[in-house]
T-cell receptor, first 114, second 118 residues
Framework: DTEVTQTPKHLVMGMTNKKSLKCEQH?????MYWYKQKAKKPPELMFV???????INESVPSRFSPECPNSSLLNLHLHALQPEDSALYLC?????????????FGQGTRLTVV | QQQVKQSPQSLIVQKGGIPIINCAYE??????FPWYQQFPGKGPALLIA?????SEKKEGRFTISFNKSAKQFSLHIMDSQPGDSATYFC?????????????????FGQGTILTVHP
């Protein structure tokens, strides 16, 4: 099973709202990632968690707040977003085996900020 | 040094044709080169991947060719079908596995929009 599950699939939020994106994997992977993808562009890395600890923050604005409650779950808390934050938000997970990290992506949450 | 350059940006072939997508990288520390296929509104799906100590890998109709000295790799899709119409991303990964940290950092190419006409 190589499934990464993201909820919700679609989200519309106002600029003053607070919402959360959720991601779950049961592959036993110890690294989880958040990416942002704009139309016709490759995914851009936002955050990396390794063993439930934040390892990389790619200078993401503080209105995005990640959380890793346990090794299977990853959340992204959203607050006071801007319309330009509208994008497909992707979660991924990986495990380093034999020196390589094979990453699997979820289906994404399509976020629209109005 | 972290860039991966992908070409062409778009590609149109007839059913049964063999589209070829090319990627080039600079950083020799990359240790793994996956290709992802993405349909509109969906997440990228891992299609096939290769390590730099291998020159070619085939999985079904998909083949990666890897040229370590030239720092280039390519995806070939044999007997392409309309269902293969999607955006394809090459990527290069660097794994970090030390000091209680273990993850891979992916660098993506810009993507190729493939259209296969019936």
């Amino acid at each position: 099973d190589t499934e990464v599950t993201q909820t919700p699939k679609h989200l519309v939020m106002g600029m003053t709202n607070k919402k959360s994106l959720k991601c779950e994997q049961h592959m036993g992977h110890r690294a989880m990632y958040w990416y942002k993808q704009k139309a016709k562009k490759p995914p851009e890395l936002m955050f990396v968690y390794s063993y439930e600890k934040l390892s990389i923050n790619e200078s993401v604005p503080s209105r995005f707040s990640p959380e890793c409650p346990n090794s299977s779950l990853l959340n992204l808390h959203l607050h006071a977003l801007q319309p330009e934050d509208s994008a497909l938000y992707l979660c991924a997970s990986s495990q380093v085996k034999l020196g390589v990290a094979e990453a699997f992506f979820g289906q994404g949450t399509r976020l629209t900020v109005v | 040094q972290q860039q991966v350059k992908q070409s062409p940006q778009s590609l149109i072939v007839q059913k049964g044709g063999i589209p070829i997508i090319n990627c080039a990288y600079e950083n020799t520390a990359f240790d793994y080169f996956p290709w992802y296929q993405q349909f509109p509104g969906k997440g990228p799906a891992l299609l096939i991947a290769i390590r730099p100590d291998v020159s070619e890998k085939k999985e079904g109709r998909f083949t990666i060719s890897f040229n370590k000295s030239a720092k280039q790799f390519s995806l070939h899709i044999m007997d392409s079908q309309p269902g293969d119409s999607a955006t394809y991303f090459c990527a290069a990964s660097m794994a970090l596995n030390a000091g209680g940290t273990s993850y891979g950092k992916l660098t993506f190419g810009q993507g190729t929009i493939l259209t296969v006409h019936p």
